[in-house]
C-alpha cells in the first residue's frame, strides 16, 4: 500500500505544468510497480513487467510511455497537447450535428455528432488537424468521453422537444476495447432516461 500512495505523489508532481523555452507542457505518467521475490534473478524481468503492463493502459488512454513516444516529441506537437489539454479543461470542443434525413418522407430521422475545435487562436479546426495529436498526446479517451457526454445531454432535450432523433456518435476501435468507455455509455443513457437504441456508436479508423 505505500508503494501505491508513494507511486500516487510521484505522479502528482511530475503531473504539475511545466514551462520549457516558452512552450507550456503537460505531462502525464504511468507508474510500474515490480516486487523482487526470492526467485527472482534478473533485472530486466522486474523491469519488463510493469513496463508492459503500462504500455496497455498507455494504449486506453489512461497513462503515457516514453519508450513508445519519441519519434512523436516535435516542438509543435508538444505544443499542440498541451492546448489540447486546456481545450478539454476550459470546454472548446464543441459538437456540431449533421442532419440525416429520410429522401422518402423527406423527415429528419437523425443526427450526426462531429467534434470541432474552436481553438482561442486559429478559429474553428477539423479534426483531423487535431485528433491525431489527441491520440499521440494520450487524450483521445477524455476527448470521446467528453463528446459522449455533450450528446447525451443533447439528445435529451431534443426528446423533451418532442423530436426522436436518432443520433451517431463516432468512436475509435480502442475505445470500444476498452470496457470502461461503454459502462460509462450505458450509464449515462440510464441516468437520461433514454432508451438505447437513441445512440448509433459508429467505429471510425479516421478523425471525423
Not at 429520410?102 to 479534426?127: C, I, N, Y
Not at 491525431?132 to 494520450?138: E, K, L, V, W
Not at 450528446?151 to 431534443?158: C, F, L, Q, Y
Request: proline share 5%; charged share 25%.
Amino acid at each position: 500500500m505505500e508503494l501505491f500512495e508513494l507511486a500516487g505523489r510521484v505522479r502528482g508532481v511530475l503531473k504539475n505544468p511545466l514551462r520549457v523555452e516558452n512552450v507550456d507542457l503537460s505531462v502525464d505518467v504511468s507508474v510500474g510497480i515490480a516486487v523482487c521475490e526470492s526467485a527472482d534473478t534478473s533485472a530486466l524481468e522486474l523491469l519488463r513487467r510493469p513496463t508492459s503492463r503500462c504500455t496497455r493502459r498507455s494504449r486506453r488512454g489512461s497513462g503515457c510511455c516514453a519508450s513508445t513516444w519519441p519519434e512523436h516529441c516535435s516542438r509543435s506537437r508538444l505544443r499542440r497537447g498541451g492546448e489540447l489539454r486546456q481545450a478539454i479543461a476550459h470546454d472548446q470542443l464543441v459538437v456540431w450535428y449533421q442532419p440525416q434525413v429520410d429522401t422518402r418522407s423527406r423527415q429528419v430521422v437523425g443526427m450526426e455528432a462531429l467534434v470541432r475545435w474552436k481553438h482561442p487562436t486559429e478559429g474553428l479546426l477539423m479534426p483531423m488537424t487535431f485528433l491525431p495529436d489527441a491520440r499521440r498526446s494520450g487524450l483521445n479517451a477524455r476527448t470521446d468521453r467528453g463528446l459522449m457526454r455533450r450528446v447525451v445531454a443533447d439528445a435529451r432535450g431534443w426528446l423533451d422537444a418532442g423530436f426522436a432523433f436518432r443520433v451517431a456518435l463516432k468512436c475509435a476501435p480502442p475505445e470500444l476495447v476498452d470496457s470502461s468507455f461503454l459502462s460509462e455509455l450505458f450509464q449515462a443513457l440510464d441516468l437520461a432516461g433514454l432508451p438505447g437504441d437513441t445512440l448509433v456508436v459508429e467505429i471510425t479508423g479516421t478523425p471525423s
